[in-house]
């Protein structure tokens, strides 16, 4: 998605550190998004790409230096970790279709309740985005809505009634994985 002047309205002071940008490039940049942010929201809203969008203008200051910023995934508001972001129209779409066409390795490290007594395995469940809320539910396959979510784990560790997972993605259900882990009675 394209990043308008409107952006510019959000609040000073949720600016990007140094510390926050993981790599750079003419094109792209890799940004550790910190949990509790959301990756895009209205003129007004903090996110992710307002706080590139400012960073960019500040830097641009009396240049004709474009201050595009695209958006080529998402990570929810409470999840923290590394985002692509495009910095042009082409290579927004060029990160969209890596993505698309899963050529971008990714995976997630999750904390639940519990103990997860396998060391490893998959989960499949049919999921339904519920129209016009920010909620996923787990629907019976027979669900007109229904579509399929599976999530390869590993367990990485365990302590005090916690598992550590890393979460491999075959699918990309809205809210999948809380989902999956709390329908198992080890939510995040």
């Known amino acids: 998605m ?21 790599e750079q490039r003419e094109n792209w940049v890799a940004i550790n998004k910190p949990g509790g942010v959301l990756t895009q929201a209205p003129p007004g809203i903090d996110s992710v790409e307002s706080r590139l969008y400012r960073w960019r203008q500040q830097r641009a200051a009396g240049s004709a230096e474009a201050t595009y910023v695209g ?6 508001r409470p999840v923290s970790g590394v985002m692509l972001l495009g910095l042009s129209r082409n290579m927004t779409r060029r990160l969209a279709e890596l993505f698309q066409r899963r ?7 999750a904390v639940v309740e519990g103990d997860v007594p396998d060391d490893a395995g998959s989960w499949s469940d049919f999921m339904r985005k519920i129209p ?9 396959a027979e669900h007109p809505d229904a579509q399929v979510a599976i999530l390869n784990y590993r367990v ?15 699918t990309g259900r809205t809210h999948q ?6 329908s198992r009675g080890w939510p995040i």
């Open 103 to 109: 050529e971008v390795s990714k995976y997630y490290w």
């Open 156 to 170: 990485l560790g365990r302590a005090a009634g916690v598992s550590w997972l890393r979460i491999d993605l075959e």
């Open 71 to 76: 958006v080529p995934h998402r990570l929810d």
């Open 2 to 22: 394209e990043t308008e002047g409107l952006l510019s309205q959000v609040p000073a002071g949720l600016d990007l550190r140094p510390e926050d940008f993981l």
């Open 177 to 182: 994985i809380r989902l999956q882990c709390a």
């Open 132 to 140: 016009d809320e920010a909620r996923s539910e787990i629907v019976p």
